[in-house]
């Protein structure tokens, strides 16, 4: 009864606030017919090379189907599903394996309801959602996906609102929703997992053509409360230099019954770069404070991302979430030659209090086809991971093809 009453006090909420009762579709048929349809089809292969245990391997074929209605007055439904699949191609000694792909899952990763009107949109169910410490990180085969509702409000082009409750997180290789207070008590390393009332979020954002603002607020039920400031400026510059600069800045405390034990724990970003005609040059650095009393020497928190979040120095494998206080600096230069060729290359230094340092040197390359292979692209991606302690150290690459329809 109690997650009940999350998922139905904001449908009430939102007709309150749109005044409008539900009405039944006067052509049926017209209401799928006008839906839309939507997927992709992706290959991948990903090798990771160690120094100090077997490597890993792993191919999976898949992708997804997404369908959603037209709307009618007020209502819309969609549905997503997802699929990876390895056909019997992989080593059967599971130690070679990099199961990170998922090798025979199938699972309705969406399935909801939209409900819409006058720049208020609430959407109850499984769903994809997009914010900085809680979003798809498509990076594999399938995205994360939420249970829950998210409630935006539109009041401005400008403007917008935002409010999220997650009760479930499906993982990228599973096919299994669990509770949020389950998941996070698993990845900060508690024996029994806790179920928890959920994570609730709210944040707004501002945009025009030049300056980005954005501010959130994180609630995640007895483990701890988050704030998050981040900002972006675009110069008007010249024809051929255009420099931009990004702060952000965040911090957490335990609240609740502390699941986690203590937290104290905040970071600090700057981002400064500038376009160069096809070019572009960024110079980034993270710095969060060591606390020798909080969870992970004061590490800055994110239970729902694998180096997905905002933080101006991740990498593909390598971040600042979850590991240790301490500094990082990134240099990224990206070339795009053309519509169709998208390269990037970065290489990062991570300095930790109590975790080993390391460096990740990044490659990144797509191809995007057009005309009669509309929808089809290539990508390749590798990071080499290097230190002074031979376990952190290997050399990863993913090799993806994939068609979106």
Do not use: C
């Not at 904001?10 to 009405?23: D, E």
């Not at 007055?73 to 549905?79: A, D, H, I, P, T």
């Not at 669990?178 to 954002?205: E, L, P, Y």
């Amino acid at each position: 009864m109690k997650q009940f009453k999350h998922f139905i006090y904001p449908f009430i909420a939102f007709l309150g606030m749109t005044h409008i009762p539900i009405s039944h579709s006067k052509d049926l048929k017209s209401y799928f017919e006008n839906g839309k349809v939507s997927g992709k089809i992706r290959a991948y292969y990903n090798q990771r090379d160690y120094d100090a245990k077997p490597d890993e391997g792993a191919f999976s074929f898949g992708g997804a189907l997404r369908a959603q209605t037209a709307s009618t007055e007020l209502v819309s439904f969609g549905v997503g599903f997802y699929t990876a699949q390895d056909f019997g191609t992989n080593d059967d000694d599971p130690a070679k394996v990099n199961g990170r792909l998922g090798s025979d899952i199938g699972v309705l990763g969406e399935a909801y309801v939209k409900l819409s009107k006058s720049g208020h949109t609430l959407t109850i169910g499984r769903q994809l959602i997009n914010t900085p410490f809680a979003n798809s990180g498509d990076a594999f085969m399938i995205p994360f996906a939420f249970e829950g509702w998210t409630y935006q409000f539109k009041s401005s082009e400008k403007l917008t609102f935002e409010v999220d409750y997650l009760n479930a997180i499906k993982n990228r290789n599973s096919d299994e929703f669990v509770d949020v207070g389950d998941w996070t008590s698993a990845r900060f390393g508690i024996a029994d997992a806790q179920s928890t009332s959920g994570t609730i979020n709210v944040g707004a954002t501002y945009k025009d053509d030049s300056f980005k603002v954005q501010a959130w607020g994180t609630r995640y039920a007895e483990f701890y409360d988050q704030l998050y400031l981040h900002g972006d400026y675009a110069f008007k510059g010249s024809v051929k230099f255009k420099p931009f600069v990004g702060l952000q800045y965040g911090m957490q405390k335990d609240s609740g019954d502390a699941l986690v034990g203590d937290v104290t724990s905040s970071i600090y970003g700057v981002n400064v770069g500038t376009t160069m005609g096809a070019f572009k040059l960024t110079l980034g650095l993270n710095i969060v404070p060591d606390d020798e009393s909080s969870y992970k020497n004061g590490a800055f928190l994110s239970p729902y991302t694998f180096s997905t979040s905002p933080l101006f120095t991740n990498n593909m494998l390598q971040t600042f979430e979850n590991v240790d206080a301490g500094s990082a600096g990134k240099i990224t230069l990206n070339y795009k030659p053309s519509a169709q060729i998208a390269l990037k290359l970065s290489f990062a230094n991570f300095n930790f209090d109590q975790v080993v340092d390391r460096n990740a040197l990044d490659a990144d390359a797509t191809y995007t086809f057009t005309n009669d292979l509309k929808g089809l692209s290539l990508r390749w991606r590798m990071e080499i991971v290097s230190s002074d302690t031979a376990s952190v150290e290997q050399t990863n690459m993913r090799f993806q093809t994939q068609y979106v329809f």
